[in-house]
Structures are given as structure tokens and as C-alpha cells.
């Protein structure tokens, strides 16, 4: 088991990560939200010289817990701490389209994306979703109350459309509320002074028994998602013999 303690752009920027079958569906709510960029912004107004001082006010996450990826070369499968990963990329991708700036757009689409792919891996090609919408276009509120009319659109998708707009309105109240932001340095806060604990375990096994012991902030897998988890790694066992 390897455990490192690596901030946002570290860990996203040197890996990529998949998001299991299964793993609960996107869930984080309104509240999640708001209090994460609550946080994220007040730790982000503490820190001398915005982010030039980032070792004297980091912000820590939580956890992610994972095991290396079996689709994904060089990546990870996330046991835990997928709701918060998710946000990441979303919260990423609201800055990305929320300014003209080219420096704050090269810094994040180096991160996020690769080879016109969403460098996280979703269930039910999600990260195909969340590309079209939210990277390759913004979320257009008209087009998406057509579609929910409609039912084209998934209760995970309309959880990732609402929590791009909360972030988007979020920054909106900074701003109005700020007239000294700089999204520039919330941008190189968020990327440089926000970090993760990553546990990285050997086997699926060893993530599920670890992940039982840890007391984690956001939505936790049930104990019928860690059975499931643990049969398809019995399988896999099985058939790899």
C-alpha cells in the first residue's frame, strides 16, 4: 500500500482515473457543493499574497483510495472518494469557460484533458457526457430543460449540469461580492494548495478492507457496493487463472 499526500495538480495532471460499475452514481448535492467552494475560497482569502504563500494555508480534501486501473494504462480504479474527484473535474471545467484567460485555459486543459478525452473514466460513458457538455461546450439551460422535458437526459446528467451551474453561481457571488478576485491565483490556489491524501492498495481486497477503517468527508459506498466490489475482484480472480 502507497500513500502520498499530492496536490490537485499533481495528482490529476500525472494520472488518469476510473470510475467503476460499482461505485454509487454522482451524487453530490447543492450543499456539498457550497460548501466546498465556501471553503475553498475562504482558505483561498487566508493565504498571504493569494497563492504565493500556498505552504502556509493548505487545504486539505480528504481521501482518495484506489488500486491500479485494470482498463486504464498507468491509471487508477477509485474505490473512495470518487464524489470528490468528480467535483474536481466539474469545478475545473466551470473556470475553463468562465474566463477568456488563455494562461487560466492552458493550465486546466492540460489537466483535464488528453487527446480530446476527459482524463477520468465514468460508468455508462459519463466522461463522453460531461466532455460534450461542459468542455467542448457550456451548459446551454434552455437546451437542457428541453431535454429533461423530453427525458433525454439522466438523473446522473442533470446532477452534473446543476452542480457545474451551482459552482458557476458560486463564482458569480465571489466575484460581485470581491472586487480584488483573481481568478488567476484562486485557479494556481486550487490547483497548488488544495490537497488529497491518496492511498493507493494493492488489490481491490486491500482498498475495500482499508476503506471500511477510514471516516471519509462525502458520500460513502454502501456495504452492498463494497459486497459487489468484492465479488467482481473474486471473478476476476477466477477468470485471470
Known amino acids: 500500500m502507497e500513500t502520498n499526500q499530492r496536490c490537485i495538480n499533481e495528482l490529476l495532471n500525472e494520472h488518469k482515473f476510473n470510475i467503476p460499475n460499482y461505485q454509487r ?43 491500479n486501473s485494470r482498463i486504464l494504462d498507468g491509471g487508477y480504479e477509485v474505490i473512495d472518494g470518487q464524489q470528490r474527484t468528480t467535483t474536481l473535474f466539474i469545478l ?13 485555459k492552458s493550465l486546466i486543459s492540460s489537466i483535464i484533458i488528453e487527446d480530446k478525452q476527459l482524463k477520468i ?43 457545474y451551474n451551482h459552482i458557476k453561481d458560486a463564482l458569480d457571488e465571489i466575484k460581485k461580492d470581491d472586487i480584488e478576485f483573481k481568478l488567476l491565483d484562486f485557479t494556481k490556489y486550487i490547483l497548488n494548495s488544495v490537497f488529497l491524501v491518496h492511498v493507493n492498495c494493492y488489490n481491490l481486497e486491500t482498498g475495500c478492507r482499508f476503506f471500511e477503517t477510514m471516516n471519509n468527508r462525502g458520500l460513502d459506498l454502501r456495504q452492498i457496493d463494497l459486497f459487489k466490489a468484492f ?7 477466477e477468470l485471470s487463472k
Do not use: C
Request: charged content about 25%.
Open 25 to 67: 452514481p454522482y451524487s453530490w448535492t447543492e450543499k456539498h457543493i457550497n460548501e466546498l467552494m465556501s471553503d475553498l475560497y475562504e482558505n483561498y482569502k487566508d493565504t498571504d499574497n493569494n497563492y504565493k504563500n500556498q505552504d502556509d494555508n493548505i487545504y486539505f480534501l480528504g481521501s482518495i483510495i484506489t488500486i
Open 231 to 237: 465479488m467482481i475482484n473474486k471473478n476476476h480472480k
Open 92 to 104: 475545473l471545467s466551470v473556470i475553463y469557460h468562465y474566463t477568456e484567460s488563455k494562461l487560466i
Open 121 to 163: 473514466y465514468l460508468a455508462n460513458e459519463n466522461n463522453r457526457f460531461i466532455y460534450n457538455r461542459m468542455i467542448a461546450n457550456t451548459p446551454n439551460d434552455k437546451e437542457i430543460q428541453e431535454n429533461e422535458k423530453n427525458n433525454k437526459l439522466t438523473k446522473v446528467h442533470l446532477k452534473y449540469i446543476q452542480n
